[in-house]
């Protein structure tokens, strides 16, 4: 277990009170999901239960219990990329990754997201790699974006 | 520097108008979420190699995005004793014919769209702009009433002295030198503003509630957890003109006597995180945040806070809930949250758009705001218009302006010859409005009028090509992926509608089926805790009411009219 890293994580934020999910924010970017053994030590620190911060990490979209890949590709399926055909690159990226949504190739590339909304309605359909929003997708775009990683 | 009084103020102003109106060339590049998904970034790059290897000295800006994000990644171009210009889809292969022109003193022509403001500046006749319309006549900006966005794509969002130029910070120094917070509530009152993330409560009621509510300790929440799929109006605020967000908040603080407020941003927005901190960090660095604000002796501390990428929590006691580290469930009310709020203290929870419009109310008083709007719903609306359009983006209309010219009109209508099927207004949770009945004003009362509603302002086009069958499965996917569980109307009932909903799109299903629909929906509509559930039932019992045609030929034939 990364003891130090959780410390430093918990040492950034004065106050615990209210900063949870903060803080599984920061735990999420360094190991790019929750891993068990730290969210116990985090638990026991922060004085807060393992359910409680068992129940967060199942609601909110960001946070995944298991690894995820090196890169995250959120396709955007909000609705203006539905109608431009966002479904149609999705389909794409699951063909060529060969993974379903939710899910890490095995090299632990890739990790497949779908997202409402990105807020880059007028360049539907998008998607997001990592933290680069990429516009006006067709599936041979996608195609040629995750080759280039 | 600190802005202690009005000298120091003027001083700011003074450098911001140097910066905006300066004696020597100037390029600005809009580089927020959608002009760097653009390129935006190696753009700028390219201009500076560029202007330092011919030497030649021009001021490099950048801006936030002006609500057209396929037409970035744009640029302003200011040439001396010239109009500001405006270009469109500047690319990295135009920029050395750019920095060749602006050497020769002459205009750039490639990618030129109009002008900005050309009465405003002391513009020698040029023949080349001759043709060249001005900004307020050229589509998609003509029509439009940009008080909120008129900043956004213009100024450099990250100067305080441009946005003082603008006239900014002189509400907010109004009221903490001028008024009385009581007298801010009344103008706010007069005003008439609504809350324009959806509900369209009356902002000024609600903060005179919360300036009553007793309580050493309140809150203001900025609710930037954008999540209607579709808009992006909060992001284009908070990324082109942060300052007046915040000028808003501070005004809210003054006003209910809170001295903590706190911006819940959408996790989705990773650039805007990160940037909207560094705005924190400039404002109070020149004590437009911290103690001691504008020298009046008021603190203020402004924080932000990111969400987890839940929907419901853009309701505002999920919120809160997800505030105090919880999961986002919504909350029984009574107690509202003006009274017993985030951390049971009185709270008052606004959107970004309804925060944005105060500092104007303060700076101009509540009076010239109602004059603006109709006679229930006052003030502009920024709508994004999104779906099968000529273009899509943000407009920012006086309420009241008519739907059908904003579709044909403004975005342009339809493209490739196609003709306007339907047009959701309020989306995710507005209704389909038939292309026959798009003679509708744009507000609250008159949408709901005719069982629609205005919602947060996200419209989508539709065109002959699409399935409402289509589009109510896709709504009601997200419904279920998004609904908390709490209440069984809408975990269960929403569900349900889902599952009956994709058996006819597969044609599984008969006509009784959509009986059965309606009767879930009307369940969840009345019975649900939030708006969440309360909500999802219109579009899909409008849907199947006022588009037979399309779930006739599902159920029958098993097809989609999208793909016959």
Known sequence: MEKEKIDHIISKFPETKGNLIGILHEIQNEFRYLPEEELRYLSREIEVPMTQIYSIANFYNRFSLTPTGEHELCVCLGTACHVKGGQNVLNQVKKDLKINEEETTEDMKFTLKVVRCLGACSLAPAVMMDDETHSNMTPDLVKELIKSF | MKIKNMKDLDKVKEIGMKSLFPKGPQIRISMSTCGLALGADDLFQKI??????????????????????????????????????????????????IIRDIKKKKIPQKGLFCMIGSDSAAAKPDPVLNAVPDYRDASPFKGQHRMLLGNCGIIDPLSV?????????????????????????????????????????????KWDMASKSSGDEKFVICNADEGDPGAYKDRTIMEGNPFKLFEGIVLAGYAIGSHHGIIYLREEYHHTFGFLSNA??????????????????????????????????????????????????????????????????????????????????IQNGGKWYKNIGTEKAKGTKILSVIGNVKHPGLYEIPLGTNLKQVIFEMAGGPVNGKSIKAVQVGSPFGTFIPADKLNVSLDPESLR?????????????????????????????????????????????????EELMIEIYNGRAGMNELDIINELGETARDFSLCALGGGAPAPILNGIKDFKKDFEAHIKTGKCLRFS
């Open chain 2, 48 to 97: 500076t190699r560029e202007k330092d290897k011919k030497g030649i000295k021009i001021s490099l800006h950048q801006t936030g995005c002006s609500g057209f994000c396929n037409l970035e990644p744009m640029a302003i171009v200011k040439l001396p004793g010239k109009p500001a210009l405006l270009y469109t889809q500047v690319t990295v292969e135009n920029v050395e014919q």
């Open chain 2, 161 to 205: 002295s441009e946005y003082v130029a603008m006239a900014g910070y002189s509400g907010l120094f109004k009221a903490l030198y001028q008024m009385r917070p009581e007298e801010v509530i009344k103008e706010v009152v007069e005003s008439g503003l609504r809350g324009r993330g959806g509900a369209w409560f009356p902002t000024g009621f």
């Open chain 2, 280 to 361: 924190i960090e400039i404002a109070k660095r020149f004590g437009l945040l911290g103690k001691n604000i504008l020298g009046s002796g008021f603190n203020f501390a402004l924080n932000i806070v990111r969400g987890g990428g839940s929907y419901v929590c853009g309701e505002e006691t999920a919120l809160m809930d997800s505030l105090e580290g919880e999961v986002g469930d919504p909350r029984l009310r009574p107690p509202f949250p003006i009274e017993k709020g985030l951390w049971a203290r009185p709270t008052i929870v606004n959107n970004v758009e309804t925060l944005s419009n105060v500092p104007l109310i």
């Open chain 2, 449 to 497: 009028e005719i069982g629609s509603m205005i919602g947060s302002g996200v419209i989508v086009a539709l065109d002959q090509d699409a399935c409402i069958v289509d589009i109510l499965h896709h709504l009601l996917t997200f419904f279920v992926e998004e609904s908390c569980g709490k209440c069984v109307p809408c975990r269960e009932g929403v569900s349900r509608m």
